[in-house]
Every structure is written in structure tokens, then in C-alpha cells.
């Protein structure tokens, strides 16, 4: 088909915008029509030239039948990517949902070895998943430092708290993930893991010099491209050091002069999405795309207005703002990226191999006991209790569902469960000393499971709940059975500072159900045998 010049070039820009879309089949069925287009514009945009989709949500089985779908409407290869950063189950139920990677950057510490070898499979099993449900670019690995642990939104998704385990860890992750034929994603360049605040809800401002830069922030990303990523994504965050005026995603200084003269990376480079309020409070979706093109980007991910973006770029195209040397430059990085995918299973020939496998199975398993800490004591007896469970958000809630092990195995011991979430009755009082309101949660013995991680969106919201307090109030009253913490590190440290030596307790980094079910039959069984090196002592 012949287009016209101004078409030809609306066609061309339309290839570098990567679009939302549900991982669910029907337009009823999208978690989040804010950022999730309908299936009308899905088609209409793929249609138009659009080379990229970003998915999120639904089952593995049904990712696979909309990858399928998407690129029916389209007349060219596809990028289909998503934030599969802990494993496909993380997103896309069914699939593997692997510990975070931080929990492999504390394991490293104690045994580098065996967690190079963890992360390494991690990679495989995270892109073969990928690419049997029909995704070809996996966001991850993650290269921030988490060396701040109030990081709001990196948090756990690091693979190390200093610079050599995390380049460490992602290198290995970036090794086994290119041996299944799926591209990869360093991010968030030139580094999110010193931040305080969330980018998805304002712009953070990094004060730090080359220099500084250069010993923490930057080694894992020249790791990781030393072992060969195909694609970098930037971050929204101002470093005044090195542009005072435009953040990292925006800034000619931070994507060109550093990422591609001085560490030399000639891959794909993607935005953070655009529409995140770091950007969008700033600029408007044409101007935003403009300036992250003029910047060095290849890529522009979730504009909050694709068209708007698509207009404004071939406006600065046909003005000369922008040369069009640049656009044949991005369109022949990402032709060379689809050149390195391997094509997805054909649709007329079915797995033989489930989702997951049974060494995914395995790889799941052993994760999940290798990095689990558990206190000793004598268990935690049957009660006719309280199972209070603590939960980010209920609507969804991945990690607790109707058949979910935190809920059904305390039940099973007679205890009865009471969800707290941010939707529902608050469990404060204004007390200090005594934070929960006991009289609200019913009488007995209290197990008290905490779901907490750096979560986007929530800003400092955790850091403000009194968990310290109402762990010692707990105790004082004589009637904390156990505490189990899921998630976060820094939480567990804290509240062991607290916590009685003889209180049944254990941290698990994971949050899924067989992080669950693992630290629940441990606890509840008496016992302390696990499959993998729980730490006793910690």
C-alpha cells in the first residue's frame, strides 16, 4: 500500500508509541480504563501504525489470546511488553510470581553464588513464560540501587542495596532472560533507587554529582549493557547536576551525552510512561513527547494522549525542530530489536508444556524457602482468635484472594479472619501507646500478618501506620500469637526491635500464595524444618 508523504511520516511516528491496554478481551473487564484504552481504540490506533502495546491484567491463558488479537489488527510486528519484573504471575495469574528481586540482593550477601544461579533462572523463567503467552519485551530488569530504604516505589523491585550486587544480580537476570528470545529493559536510567518520593505522583530531585552518579547509580546499567539489554528505560526525576531545567526522561543531557556517548548504549530507548503525574503536571502530551524525542528517546510509553503525541511529533518533524535523521535512526533500533525476537508459539500448534512447568514450579518453591526468616518459639497454637491481615489495597488485591493460604490456613486453626485495607473501617484510635482499637477487632489471641512493600501511588502512606506501637501493645496485653511480615525488609527489621524473642514470627519478601503457604504451615505445624536455608538467628 502507497501513502502519501504526510501519512508515510504519521505512520512512521505512530511505530514509536507504545499504548495501554487491559490484558482482558473485553472493554467491561479493564482494571483501569484511565490509562487502558477500549478495544475501539486499540484497533483504530494498531491500525494507524502503532508498534507497541503495553498489557496488564487477566490470566496468562487469556494474555495469550489477547497478544493474538492485538496483532491481527495490525500490519506489522508488534513490541507487546509488560512490567513482568517478579515473574509473569505477577501480573498475569497463572503465571509464575517470583520473590522480589531484592530478596535474591540480601541472599547474595551470605551466598553470592547461589543467588547469581537464582537470578540467572529467574530470567529464564520470566522470559519463556513471556514469550509462551505471546509478550516479546519483558520492563526488567530493574538497575536502581536501593540504597534508601524510604524509596516509596523501588523499594523490593531492586536487586541489591549497593552497586555491585545490583549489577550483579540484574546481569545475571539479563543473561538468562536473553537466552529465551525476549527482549529486556534496564531501568529506571540514570537511577531511582535514592529517592524519597513516588515519580508517579510528583517529580523527585536527586542532588547528586557525576561523580556520585558514576560510583552508584551508573554501574548496574553498564553491567547490564555490557550484557547485552536490548532496550533502557528512563526515569522522571530532576538531577540538577546535570540539567536544572528538564527531568531525566526529558533531558538531551541524561539520555544522550550520558547514556549514549559516555556508556555507549546503542539499543532502544523507552520512556517511563508519560503519563505519570511527574510528567503530566508539567507538560501536555504533544510537548512531552517532543521533548522526550529531542532528548534521545526512541520509544514514547503510555503518552497520555496517544494522538495528541502522534500529531505533535510529526509537527516538529515538518517543522525542523526535530530532523527526520533521528527518526529513521529510532525506527531502525527498533527494527533491529524485532529482528532479535523469537516469534511466539504458532496459535495452531498447542503447548505441550504447562504454565508453569514443573521446573518453574520448582523455581517458585525454592525462592520462596530460600529467602525465608523465621523466629524461633513453639509455634502458633490453634485459637479461637483474631487472623488480622494487613493489605495495600482491596480492589484488586493479587495477593489475597477468596482461596488465599493467609486467609483459609489460620481458619483452619480456628482462627477468624478481619481484613484491613484502605477502603475499609480504619483500626486506629488516637492513642499513642495503644494505636488499635481492640474493641473492634474481636477477642482472643491476635495473628498479625502485614502485607507491606514499596507499592506506586502510596507515597510515604505506609511509613505513617504505628505497626511498632501496636506490635508492643499487642504483647503488652499478652495477646500476640504470632507476626508474620510479607514484603518489605525494612519492616521486619523494625518490628524485630520490638518483637519478643518468644514470639512465633517470620518475614517472607514474597507476598504470594506460596510465600503463604509456606510460612503458615511452618508456623502453625510447630515446626521449623523448610525446604531452604530459613535463617534462625537473624
Known amino acids: ?85 517478579e515473574g509473569v504471575g505477577q501480573r498475569f495469574e497463572g503465571g509464575s510470581w517470583l520473590v522480589p528481586p531484592l530478596a535474591l540482593g540480601r541472599l547474595y550477601q551470605s ?56 549489577g550483579a544480580l540484574a546481569a545475571a537476570f539479563q543473561r538468562g532472560l536473553s537466552r529465551t528470545g525476549v527482549l529486556g529493559c534496564a531501568k529506571h536510567f540514570p537511577g531511582h533507587g535514592d529517592t524519597s518520593s513516588d515519580s508517579h505522583l510528583d517529580l523527585p530531585v536527586l542532588p547528586h554529582s557525576p561523580e556520585r552518579l558514576a560510583n552508584l547509580e551508573l554501574p548496574p546499567f553498564r553491567e547490564v549493557i555490557a550484557a547485552g539489554v536490548d532496550s533502557v528505560m528512563t526515569a522522571h526525576l530532576l538531577l540538577p547536576e546535570l540539567d536544572q531545567a528538564h527531568p531525566a526522561t526529558l533531558s538531551k543531557a541524561v539520555l544522550t551525552n550520558l547514556l549514549r556517548d559516555d556508556l555507549h548504549f546503542g539499543g532502544l530507548v523507552v520512556t517511563d510512561a508519560l503519563v505519570m503525574d511527574a510528567i503530566t503536571k508539567r507538560h501536555g502530551a504533544a510537548e512531552a513527547a517532543v521533548l522526550a524525542f529531542e532528548a534521545g528517546a526512541d520509544l514514547i510509553l503510555m503518552p497520555a494522549d496517544a494522538d495528541a503525541a502522534i500529531s505533535g511529533l510529526c509537527e516538529a518533524f515538518s517543522s525542523g525542530r526535530l530532523p527526520e535523521q533521528r527518526l529513521e535512526t529510532s525506527l531502525q533500533r527498533r527494527r533491529q530489536a524485532l529482528d532479535r525476537i523469537q516469534k511466539p508459539p504458532s496459535p495452531d500448534q498447542p503447548q505441550d508444556t504447562p504454565l508453569p512447568s514443573e521446573a518453574e514450579r520448582t523455581l517458585e518453591q525454592e525462592l520462596v524457602a530460600a529467602c525465608l526468616h523465621l523466629q524461633p518459639s513453639t509455634g502458633i497454637k490453634a485459637s479461637q482468635g483474631v487472623n488480622l491481615i494487613r493489605v495495600d489495597g482491596l480492589f484488586p488485591c493479587p495477593v489475597l484472594s477468596g482461596t488465599a493460604p493467609a486467609l483459609r490456613l489460620p481458619e483452619g486453626q480456628g482462627f477468624k479472619s478481619l481484613v484491613i485495607h ?64 510479607y514484603g518489605s525488609p525494612y519492616v521486619w527489621e523494625q518490628l524485630k526491635t520490638v518483637l519478643n524473642p518468644d514470639i512465633p514470627a517470620a518475614y517472607s519478601p514474597g507476598q504470594m500464595p506460596e510465600a503463604q503457604r509456606q510460612v503458615l504451615t511452618t508456623l502453625l505445624n510447630h515446626s521449623h524444618t523448610t525446604t531452604g536455608n530459613a535463617d534462625f538467628t537473624d
Open 111 to 166: 551466598d553470592p553464588q547461589r543467588a547469581l544461579d537464582f537470578a540467572e533462572r529467574y530470567g529464564r523463567c520470566t522470559g519463556d513464560q513471556a514469550r509462551r503467552c505471546g509478550l516479546n519485551w519483558v520492563l526488567g530488569p530493574v538497575c536502581d540501587v536501593n540504597n534508601n530504604p524510604a524509596n516509596p516505589v523501588i523499594n523490593v523491585r531492586a536487586w541489591g542495596e549497593d552497586a555491585p550486587t545490583a
Open 422 to 485: 484502605s477502603q475499609g473501617i480504619s483500626p486506629w484510635q488516637h492513642q499513642t501507646d495503644a494505636p488499635l482499637a481492640l474493641d473492634r477487632l474481636g477477642e482472643g489471641p491476635v495473628l498479625l500478618q502485614l502485607f507491606m512493600r514499596g507499592n506506586p501511588f502510596r507515597g510515604s502512606q505506609d511509613s505513617i501506620e504505628p505497626w511498632s506501637a501496636a506490635v508492643q501493645q499487642l504483647q503488652s496485653l499478652h495477646r500476640l500469637a504470632g507476626l508474620v511480615i
Open 1 to 85: 500500500m502507497s501513502y502519501s508523504p504526510t501519512d508515510r511520516l504519521q505512520r512512521q511516528v505512530a511505530e514509536l508509541i507504545v499504548i495501554r491496554a487491559s490484558g482482558h478481551l473485553a472493554d467491561q473487564q479493564r482494571r483501569y480504563p484511565r490509562w487502558e484504552l477500549s478495544n475501539t481504540d486499540l484497533q483504530r490506533l494498531l491500525q494507524q501504525g502503532v508498534g507497541g502495546v503495553i498489557l496488564l491484567g487477566g490470566s496468562a491463558v487469556e494474555l495469550q489470546q489477547r497478544t493474538l488479537m492485538l496483532r491481527r489488527w495490525s500490519d506489522q510486528p508488534l513490541l507487546l511488553c509488560a512490567d513482568v519484573e
